[in-house]
């Protein structure tokens, strides 16, 4: 049996994780196949997660308790590398643009956490699990109906296809796997395709220092009239994971 999996963003990864954990893989091919040129997954890159600069792609994620539950129950060790990798939250303090603050919210129960993480750095730390050989470097343009069998065939951007028996759709906000799905001609109009609402998002990495008076464990959103500011932590130092490392977003 083939499984295909489009995207290797943190879900495709997982789901990759997940099927591993569960025992599907065995006697199973799974292929992800990710659009994007690898990074540099050697060891070297992996211990250096303090590498935050301008290529690194979607700056700062935060990952919910629901999401620690979830990579806990994948893998403990996993789980533990990313708490170190990132910064644990432990509080949202909401504020006006004129400095008032207006709630102080904590991320919950003591076992409530919320980590902060640089969305490559948790890529990465997902990547350096999956075989290299499980993930293919290519983009799929469409999935049609196989000629015969009806299962599922990818088709890729140098026009080459695919029969595989299973798809799994993990190619974010522009997928072309589920246009595939609604037999839709255009990426961008389709019923369920992305609309856009007019919120743009700019997100980026400063050092820590930068960061005068800000508690460690605290997430900080300012409101303004047409839009908010929104700054913490995103790194630890070697001492715990709320200590401040050196990046911020
Ligand atoms: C500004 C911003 C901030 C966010 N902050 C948070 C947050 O703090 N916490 C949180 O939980 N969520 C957050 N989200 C939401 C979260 O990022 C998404 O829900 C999640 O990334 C969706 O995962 P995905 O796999 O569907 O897509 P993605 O993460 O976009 O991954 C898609 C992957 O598929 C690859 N791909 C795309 N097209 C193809 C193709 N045709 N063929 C092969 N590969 C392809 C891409 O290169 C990519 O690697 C945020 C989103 C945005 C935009």
Redesign the pocket.
């Given at each position: 049996m083939k499984i295909a999996i489009?995207?290797?963003?943190?879900?495709?990864l997982s789901q990759y994780l997940f099927l591993q954990k569960v025992g599907l893989l065995r006697g199973r091919s799974v292929t992800i196949?990710?659009?994007?040129e690898a990074q540099d997954h050697s060891a070297a890159a992996a211990a250096d997660f303090g590498t935050y600069n301008s290529s690194v792609i979607?700056?700062?994620?935060?990952?919910?308790s629901t999401?620690l539950r979830v990579l806990k129950r994948l893998d403990i060790e996993l789980h533990d590398e990313i708490l170190r990798a990132g910064h644990v939250i432990r509080t949202w303090r909401m504020s006006s643009a004129r400095g008032w603050t207006l709630a102080n919210l904590p991320v919950g129960g003591d076992d409530e956490r919320m980590v902060?993480i640089g969305?490559e750095v948790c890529?990465q730390i997902l990547r350096n699990r999956v075989p290299d050989e499980a993930v293919v470097r290519?983009?799929?343009?469409d999935v049609s109906l196989a000629e015969g069998n009806n299962g599922p065939r990818l088709v890729f951007q140098d026009q080459t296809t695919e029969e595989v028996d299973f798809v799994i759709v993990?190619?974010?906000?522009?997928?072309?796997?589920r246009r595939a799905m609604f037999r839709a001609q255009d990426l961008n109009q389709y019923e369920f395709s992305p609309l856009y609402e007019g919120l743009v998002?700019v997100?980026g990495f400063v050092p820590s220092s930068k960061l005068q008076g800000t508690p460690e464990g605290e997430m900080n959103v300012v409101l303004g009239a047409n839009g908010f500011f929104g700054y913490g932590y995103t790194t630890v130092n070697a001492q715990g994971s709320s200590k401040a490392g050196d990046t911020a977003v």
């Open positions: 489009i995207g290797g963003g943190i879900p495709g196949y990710e659009a994007r979607g700056a700062s994620i935060g990952l919910s999401g902060m969305r890529c290519r983009k799929v343009i993990c190619d974010g906000i522009w997928s072309r796997a998002g997100g």
